[in-house]
């Protein structure tokens, strides 16, 4: 089952919709998917906790690390493409400047409305 982690410093801006993209290396979704969203303590890439909500996928595009810019950070919660940068650096330690990462926006969706709809 398809799953999305994030480090818990960004779940407050995921609930308020401050945060609507992600930025990943690897991502198996589709537009339209909702995936489940945990937070994680730790690597994000290797433990999961608590889910919070579904990420419904809005778009996927690929980008290289080099072309981050002021509009992307912003969509991640970022004031400035070199804080994003340097959080994707805390992550993924190889990036170079094309690196070919996977640029994610998604409309977050509380948990508890899903559970309603069931």
Excluded: C, W
């Excluded at 982690?5 to 537009?31: A, C, L, M, N, Q």
């Excluded at 996928?57 to 912003?74: C, M």
């Excluded at 969509?75 to 940068?85: F, I, M, P, R, V």
């Amino acid at each position: 089952m398809k799953k999305l982690k994030f480090y818990g410093e960004y779940v407050e801006p995921i609930k308020e919709h401050i945060k609507t993209s992600t930025i990943r290396r690897h991502f198996d979704g589709k537009v339209g998917d909702e995936i489940p969203a945990y937070e994680t303590e730790g690597n994000p890439l290797v433990s999961g906790r608590e889910l919070f909500g579904y990420i419904k996928i809005r778009s996927i595009q690929y980008i290289r690390f080099d072309e981050i810019d002021k509009e992307i950070a912003g969509t991640e919660g970022y004031l400035h493409e070199d804080l994003l940068k340097e959080a994707l650096y805390n992550i993924y330690d190889d990036l170079e400047e094309s690196t070919l990462l996977y640029y994610i926006k998604f409309r977050f969706m509380p948990k508890e409305s899903m559970e309603s709809e069931e």
